[in-house]
């Protein structure tokens, strides 16, 4: 799979984007412990190993600026399983985001998916202002899964309580 490059303002680094490797493999295990304190997410009321996920990582003159798991489900349509942007500002969200959705299309893919949560208000702004539309709301999906698989999830985030998965898709045709 081929490299993406995103340009960057004059006389600022250049950000490269290109597939996970297994040469990667610690670096993908330290940028998901870092931003989750493990590499097991649950979504969907299962649990998965986001490290063990195809990817792509965003690199920025020499060092990591984001990461993006995923997966392919039953139908067809690739679930971004996690994003994480190491060095905010840079674009590595942005250009993850497009090379996953390149990525996705030349497999044939007809959409690009995921779940966030009801109080990533951050995430919500950033997915619709990139294409992303809201088409489900799973009520107490996280509650739920709180209760029967990973009572670690967090009650609330910035005084919200964390109840819901929000799923959202950007259709590639």
């Known amino acids: 799979m081929a490299q993406f490059a995103r340009p960057m303002e004059a006389?600022?680094?250049?950000?490269?984007?290109?597939p996970v490797t297994g040469a990667d493999r610690d670096?993908?295990?330290?940028?998901?412990?870092a931003a989750w304190g493990t590499t097991v997410m649950a979504v969907h009321g299962e649990l998965y190993d986001a490290a063990d996920q195809p990817g792509f990582l965003a690199v920025a003159d020499g060092e990591p600026a984001g990461l993006l798991t995923y997966r392919v489900d039953g139908d067809g349509a690739w679930e971004i399983t996690t994003l994480e942007s190491v060095r905010p500002g840079l674009g590595a969200g942005t250009a993850l985001l497009d090379a996953v959705g390149a990525?996705?299309?030349?497999?044939?893919?007809?959409?690009?998916?995921?779940?966030?949560t009801n109080d990533n208000v951050h995430?919500?702004?950033?997915?619709?202002?990139?294409?992303?539309?809201l088409v489900a709301i799973?009520?107490?999906?996280?509650?739920?899964?709180?209760?029967t698989l990973?009572?670690?999830?967090?009650?609330?985030?910035?005084?919200?309580?964390?109840?819901?998965e929000l799923e959202l898709e950007r259709p590639l045709r």
């Open 11 to 18: 006389g600022s680094m250049n950000l490269v984007v290109r």
């Open 27 to 33: 670096l993908v295990v330290d940028l998901l412990s």
């Open 103 to 116: 990525a996705a299309a030349a497999a044939g893919a007809r959409r690009v998916w995921l779940i966030t």
């Open 123 to 133: 995430a919500l702004r950033f997915y619709q202002r990139r294409g992303f539309d």
């Open 138 to 147: 799973h009520h107490d999906a996280v509650t739920r899964t709180r209760e």
């Open 150 to 164: 990973k009572p670690s999830i967090p009650l609330e985030s910035d005084g919200i309580p964390i109840r819901h």
